[in-house]
């Protein structure tokens, strides 16, 4: 909100953020102001980020493509399209036929011409991803598609969102793409987004994940009815008992020819498992390589496991069953193959729980109060889905509010200062005290009455609630990505392709060193090789081609892009879902969440940011009290009744309590000024006019800034000069009421006077001196940007201690500072010299440690910046996100204080929806800790592939004489993956610091 005294409606910045992008861009619309939807799928069977960049590219050539948003973790994906050109059937028929199963969610409708609506979202719940790989595959096939406006996939919930154009691509035509890709998809809802309550979806995608979890266990549990006698047959009757061993004897026994009856056994064991567990690996892959033209962790795993078992059929039945078999290694590998998916079904779960906490916020039904026509009333048990506005509801004490409303008074005598009842809103805005609720005060659905009974009028229900809004955004903002993920998409996309190729080179290597004999005889019975040589039917000649065969399966079963794609994903979903337990709801998310992480300068606005918003006359001078004076005091009040400015409502206030009011209704043209505040012309009575010495029949009023007066050639002689320096001295903003002439034409004279003067001051927040003492600790540069004067800005700046201020700068201009501060850079010398912040904290620099560590920082901030002849300087505005926007919206992050009113959610990346400071601070620290854990994955991930691959494809041979059998390879990309959603989930014991 402007500091100024003037209130204007500003256009929106077209200077964009460096970090604004929160959706890959396919491509544009042909005209601007076309229809555009947005389509959201859940999609399944994404195994790791190449499955989203699959998705995204095969998406994304669809004609009529804008925007393609996938997400891993989730599993659902964004689609933004033009109808007229794609339809969100093709869109989900692309998806399907990469090789994944997706559901629509919804089908919405974003084209900038509310009235001229063609673009919807679908959205749909999708079965069958696996990894990010997955997500690639959906979002490139629908992306491609016409019609198509952009594509949103999230691994985590399985959600798929498309936007999309339903003439020219349908919901019917995305879930026949998804499913024809290999995925079984359901269609969540279709149309305007804004009509879905927003619970719908997420229910149904709980359910899905739900049931998806449930799968996973059966499936691997039916894995375990198989691998546990194959286990006791191969490692123990095969290889523990002794020849002469009753039980041994009767497995070791031949059947045929030389088959023996373990070799049978093991054989129906793994047929059974490769042609019922695996065919779920080999639909995928089939889909993904043959309709997809792209591979995922599914080839990777039916590659691995077909070779163990075709690898052993070959090697008994050319020896006629005296050839040695390693059938327990595929079905070892489908069985912790199956384990790693429930797992990480399970974790993903864990990760989504800030959602379901929301969701589970909002009661299934609503007391309704209704009256008979003798005046009866009567309350009535309805669903909470037959609710409308205007409805008359009653809430018991221990019950939840069914929707948005506002307090109805207890009867008609009941005074507007009494308390109806307390609400805990702790799970919606983060506050942990009870708030008290007043007659016609808002209430939001969700929140629990602590106190009595108490009714309320329905405003908002089903989606325009603020519940629903919030469960709608948090999960739109758990499946942004954060800039760094998209490089380990990349990567991912093309790491299957590569693992194919190692995993050959792995085996030609090893077949020809071994035909060279330089193999020894012991790496051929090393424990990497099973149970082979251990009857003796193998020479080590014979045994070269199946050592080769068990290193490069080993290869192609430790390789995890799993890792890769969940390393972001999973962090920014527990970070926003735990920002928002905190009431601080991060729409932006995972590119929020990174950008805040880097923010070097943090700029405020003043008024109802760093202050209270709630200022009042602390000082006032009138020119005199004559009748004409008393009438220009009661046109300004009336024009101040008019906006809602914090001032202008305070000032409002204190005219008529002190001059009164109009005694006829007002009539004239009131014309608002941004940044200087408001000019009336009316008619002015005849006495007045004669008082006022003004020879027309029409007057301006003027109330506002000394500007506005000053642009009029107005004299501002109220209140004297040496006045208006004390109040501006004293933190007071200035509001001056002046009239003037107004000619024939309509043209306002240069020739008026001010005749009142007033001082309003804001109460600083009782937190904002910790914050910023805090921020400066935190090495931030803070400055304000304020529209109000010099000398109360000053005046305010002093008593926190900030040393740089913007003063008089107009709501319109603030983005143009915001930008030049970004361009400016940080002092990075002043950083090294100080080794602390710009701020001028006056800390000591602490000693050597410290320094060296601070100059460090300085030295990696000057390597990592985007333009290393001129650092750029990440910049976060924090405004009451109101008439901030266009400053909000030029920030790297724009930071809105809100109350939980449905206003604020709308109004920047992020929301603090407690009028508290020190939220801010828990965002910062809270973005700081999950980017970091983002950063761990990443090192994590890379690292365990690095050196994972290289050890499976024998390295260790020449070190230690052993290698890595192909189970044991299943194992560790298990525990790669589930190591990455565990140190993810860890970010759930973050905890806010109340004492800064």
């Known amino acids: 909100m402007s500091d100024s005294r003037g209130v204007g409606v500003v256009e929106e910045s077209e200077s964009p953020s460096p970090m604004d992008a929160s959706t890959i861009k396919i491509g544009s619309s042909s005209e601007s102001d076309g229809p555009v939807h947005i389509l959201s799928l859940s999609i399944k069977g994404m195994s790791c980020s190449s499955c989203v960049d699959n998705i995204e590219k095969e998406v994304g050539r669809l004609p009529g493509v804008k925007k393609v948003s996938v997400s891993f973790l989730t599993g659902e994906g964004e689609f933004e399209y033009d109808p007229r050109t794609v339809s969100k059937e093709e869109i989900a028929e692309k998806v399907g036929d990469t090789g994944y199963e ?20 679908t959205r749909l719940l999708v079965q069958g991803m696996t990894c990010s790989s997955c997500v690639n595959n959906i979002e490139n096939l629908l992306g491609k598609r016409a019609g198509v406006i952009s594509v949103s996939v999230s691994l985590m919930t399985g959600e798929v969102a498309v936007e999309h154009d339903p003439v020219l691509i349908g919901a019917r035509e995305i879930l026949t793409i998804i499913e024809d890709g290999g995925y079984s998809a359901e269609l969540a809802n279709t149309g305007d987004g804004e009509n879905n309550t927003g619970f719908e979806v997420s229910n149904m995608a709980m359910e899905k994940a739900q049931k998806e979890r449930r799968k996973a266990a059966i499936r691997f549990y039916v894995s375990l009815v198989l691998a546990i006698p194959t286990y006791i047959i191969s490692m123990i009757f095969d290889m523990a008992l002794t020849s002469d061993n009753p039980v041994g004897k009767k497995f070791h026994r031949k059947v045929f020819k030389d088959y023996s009856v373990s070799t049978i056994v093991l054989f129906f064991l793994a047929t059974a498992c490769q042609f019922t567990l695996g065919l779920y690996f080999y639909k995928h892959a089939y889909r993904t390589v043959v309709k997809a033209r792209s591979a995922n962790m599914n080839v990777l795993i039916a590659l691995g496991t077909t070779g163990a078992y075709v690898g052993s059929i070959i090697s008994v039945t050319t020896q006629n069953g005296a050839g040695e078999q390693f059938f327990e290694t595929s079905v070892f590998l489908i069985a912790f193959v199956l384990l790693g998916r429930w797992l990480e079904a399970v974790a993903k779960g864990q990760t989504a729980s800030a959602v379901g906490s929301l969701v589970k916020m909002q009661p299934e039904t609503a007391l309704l109060v209704s009256q008979d026509s003798q005046g009866h009333e009567s309350v009535t048990e309805i669903p909470v889905y037959q609710v409308q506005p205007g409805d008359k509801l009653q809430v018991n004490a221990g019950s939840r509010v069914p929707c948005d409303g506002v307090v109805i008074a207890e009867n008609e005598n009941t005074p507007s200062d009494e308390v109806i009842t307390e609400i805990d ?41 603020t519940l629903a809004r919030i469960v709608r955004l948090v999960r739109d903002a758990q499946a942004n990505k954060p800039p760094i993920q998209e490089i380990a998409d990349r990567v991912a996309g093309r790491f299957v392709p590569v693992v194919l190729l190692l995993s050959v080179i792995t085996f030609v290597i090893w077949i020809s060193i071994g035909a060279a004999g330089k193999i020894p005889e012991d790496w051929l019975k090393s424990s990497s090789m099973g149970i082979m040589s251990k009857s003796g039917h193998m020479t080590p000649k014979k045994s070269i081609g199946i050592f080769s065969l068990l290193c490069a399966v080993s290869v192609l079963v430790i390789a995890c892009p799993c890792a890769l794609g969940l390393a972001a994903p999973t962090a920014v979903m527990v970070g926003v879902g735990k920002a928002a337990r905190y009431g601080i709801l991060v729409k932006g998310g995972g590119i929020a969440l990174e950008a805040a992480s880097k923010v070097d300068v943090i700029a405020f606005d003043k008024t109802g940011t760093l202050t209270v918003g709630k200022p009042s006359v602390t000082a006032h001078a009138v020119s005199s009290d004559s009748s004409s004076v008393r ?46 505040g408001m000019i009336a012309i009316t008619q002015v009575p005849e006495d007045i006019a004669y008082d006022l010495n003004v020879s027309g029949k029409r007057i301006a009023v003027l109330v506002g800034n000394e500007r506005l007066l000053n642009n009029q050639r107005c004299q501002v002689a109220v209140p004297s000069v040496s006045q208006r320096d004390e109040w501006a001295e004293q933190g007071a903003s200035l509001v001056f009421v002046g009239f003037a002439p107004v000619d024939e034409n309509g043209e306002i004279g240069f020739d008026g006077s001010s005749v009142a003067g007033f001082g309003l001051a804001d109460q600083l927040r009782p937190e904002s001196g910790a914050v910023i003492e805090t921020l400066k600790k935190l090495g931030k540069e803070v400055w304000i940007i304020s529209g109000d004067n010099q000398r109360t800005v000053n005046a305010v700046a002093r008593q926190l201690g900030i040393t740089n201020i913007m003063a008089g700068v107009l709501p319109s201009d603030k ?5 030049w501060l970004q361009q400016r850079g940080r002092n990075l010398e002043k950083d090294l010299e100080q080794g602390t912040s710009t701020d001028k904290a006056g800390k000591s620099p602490g000693g050597f440690f410290k320094q060296a560590s601070n100059s460090l920082l300085a030295v990696l901030r000057k390597i990592f910046r985007r333009n290393k002849s001129k650092p750029y300087a990440v910049v976060a505005m924090v405004g009451d996100g109101i008439n901030d926007a266009p400053a909000l919206a030029q920030a790297d992050v724009g930071i809105a204080i809100g109350s939980g009113t449905a206003a604020a959610i709308d109004t920047a990346p992020v929301i603090l929806m407690r009028s508290d400071m020190r939220s801010l601070v828990t965002f910062l620290r809270l973005s700081k800790t999950t980017f970091t854990r983002i950063l761990l994955n990443f090192i994590w991930a890379s690292g365990y592939n690095i050196i994972g691959i290289p050890l499976s494809a024998g390295l260790l041979y020449p ?23 565990i140190s993810s989930l860890s970010l759930k014991f973050f905890r806010e610091k109340k004492n800064l």
């Open 102 to 121: 997706c559901e629509v969610l919804s089908d919405r409708e974003i084209a900038k011409q509310p009235k001229q609506k063609s673009h919807v979202e």
């Open 425 to 465: 809103e702790s799970l919606l805005t983060g506050e942990s005290h009870p708030v008290a609720k007043f007659p016609m005060t808002e209430v939001f659905g969700g929140t629990l009455n602590i106190s009595r009974p108490m009714r309320f009028r329905a405003t908002a229900v089903g989606g325009s609630s």
């Open 631 to 676: 009438w220009l005091l009661q046109i300004a009040g009336e024009i101040e009744s008019r906006s809602s400015h914090p001032l202008a409502v305070s000032l409002g206030s204190y005219i008529s309590e002190n001059w009164g009011v109009l005694e006829s209704t007002f009539e004239g043209d009131i014309k608002e000024v941004p940044g200087h």
């Open 815 to 819: 983005s143009d500072k915001v930008k």
């Open 959 to 981: 070190i230690a004489g052993i290698g890595m059998p192909p189970a044991l390879a299943g194992i560790l990309m298990v525990a790669s993956s589930l190591s990455v959603m």
